[in-house]
T-cell receptor
Framework: NAGVTQTPKFQVLKTGQSMTLQCAQD?????MYWYRQDPGMGLRLIYY???????DKGEVPNGYNVSRLNKREFSLRLESAAPSQTSVYFC???????????FGSGTQLSVL | AQKVTQAQTEISVVEKEDVTLDCVYE???????LFWYKQPPSGELVFLIR??????QNEISGRYSWNFQKSTSSFNFTITASQVVDSAVYFC??????????????FGTGTRLKVLA
């Protein structure tokens, strides 16, 4: 059982480049989330999706777009990367009773 | 607004000492859940415990114990006889139920625990 799978694990971008972080879960969860982790800031919610076809903004959505392609997949896109987006990104999912958040292993993104 | 405060940024203890990590939360909901997650140096986020707002019983799991007090809006985590392997960043989190029926999770800024041999 793979749980939540994120790709890539590491990425280096130049300012202005675009990229998509991929996330997939195999637990049949309805809700999926994208967080970013920065030193001293904890985990901050970027976007979340309550179900297939729906997405909502979290605390820090500026500069990002998301797509809930189907129940399994929830991608995060940076259209024009900025150095301020250098961070570790975590995808997570939970079931209908919110028992706990299952996290992916994270993506370390550097924007130069 | 929901908020989780972990005032301790970093704590250092010597192995075998007991240590308590503090967590204070704010919420207007009557039903909510509280969590602790551990992030070891390898970077993954490991679930430790969930507590619901109706259950104020303290919980003990091996060397770990949690003290939930609604009167002070606190959910503190104690490690007894700490070990070097306990060195990690610990996050406290609060979940709220949204109108859509999904859950939104708010995390504190984390406490970095260093256990010295």
């Amino acid at each position: 059982n793979a749980g939540v799978t994120q790709t890539p694990k590491f990425q280096v971008l130049k300012t202005g480049q675009s990229m998509t972080l991929q996330c997939a879960q195999d637990m049949n969860h309805n809700s999926m989330y994208w967080y970013r982790q920065d030193p001293g800031m904890g985990l901050r919610l970027i976007y979340y999706s309550a179900s297939e076809g729906t997405t909502d903004k979290g605390e820090v959505p500026n500069g990002y777009n998301v797509s809930r392609l189907n129940k399994r997949e929830f991608s995060l896109r940076l259209e024009s990367a900025a150095p301020s987006q250098t961070s570790v990104y975590f995808c997570a999912s939970t079931d209908s009773v919110g028992w706990k958040l299952f996290f992916g292993s994270g993506t370390q993104l550097s924007v130069l | 607004a929901q908020k989780v405060t972990q005032a301790q940024t970093e704590i250092s203890v010597v192995e075998k000492e007991d240590v308590t990590l503090d967590c204070v939360y704010e919420t207007r909901d009557t039903t909510y859940y509280l969590f602790w997650y551990k992030q070891p140096p390898s970077g993954e986020l490991v679930f430790l415990i969930r507590r619901n707002s109706f259950d104020e019983q303290n919980e003990i799991s091996g060397r770990y114990s949690w003290n939930f007090q609604k009167s002070t809006s606190s959910f503190n985590f104690t490690i007894t006889a700490s070990q070097v392997v306990d060195s990690a960043v610990y996050f406290c989190a609060l979940s709220e139920i949204l109108a859509s029926g999904t859950y939104k999770y708010i995390f504190g800024t984390g406490t970095r625990l260093k256990v010295l041999a």
